[in-house]
């Protein structure tokens, strides 16, 4: 069973950054994708990131080139920093792993990830 457990969210204005954490619990070895995923209210669940077991990344097309996802193994964290921050990018944003799909599935939203975060809110303001 693997635990995950987001933090740094926040209110930031439009243009600034933020960095996000999921501290990884449990048994994680098995995992072969990490990401992000957000829902903003009355939309639908978006992959936002992902990074696999061997370090290649995957981004959506909003975020490219603005956001970056990492992953520390040796900390069993998994980050997401931000730039460039829009008012669209507000949203709930989760962590999610899983052991069974590639990272070009398991971005996409209708995949179902088998580990969820509770989720940390990011707010930016114009």
């Known amino acids: 069973q693997v635990q995950l457990v987001e933090s740094g969210g926040g209110s930031v204005q439009s243009g600034g950054s933020l960095r996000l954490s999921c501290a990884e619990f449990g048994y994680t070895y098995g995992i072969i994708c990490m990401g992000w995923f957000r829902q903003a209210p009355g939309k639908g669940r978006e992959g936002v990131a992902a990074?696999?077991?061997?370090?290649?990344?995957l981004y959506s097309d909003s975020v490219k080139g603005r956001f970056t996802i990492s992953r520390d193994n040796a900390k069993n964290t998994l980050y997401l920093e931000m730039d460039s921050l829009k008012p669209e990018d507000t949203a709930m944003y989760y962590c999610?792993?899983?052991?069974?799909?590639?990272?070009?599935?398991?971005?996409?939203?209708?995949?179902?990830?088998?580990?969820w975060g509770q989720g940390t809110q990011v707010t930016v303001s114009s």
């Open positions: 990074v696999s077991n061997d370090g290649a990344t």
């Open positions: 999610a792993a899983d052991e069974r799909w590639r990272c070009t599935a398991f971005l996409q939203a209708r995949v179902e990830k088998r580990y």
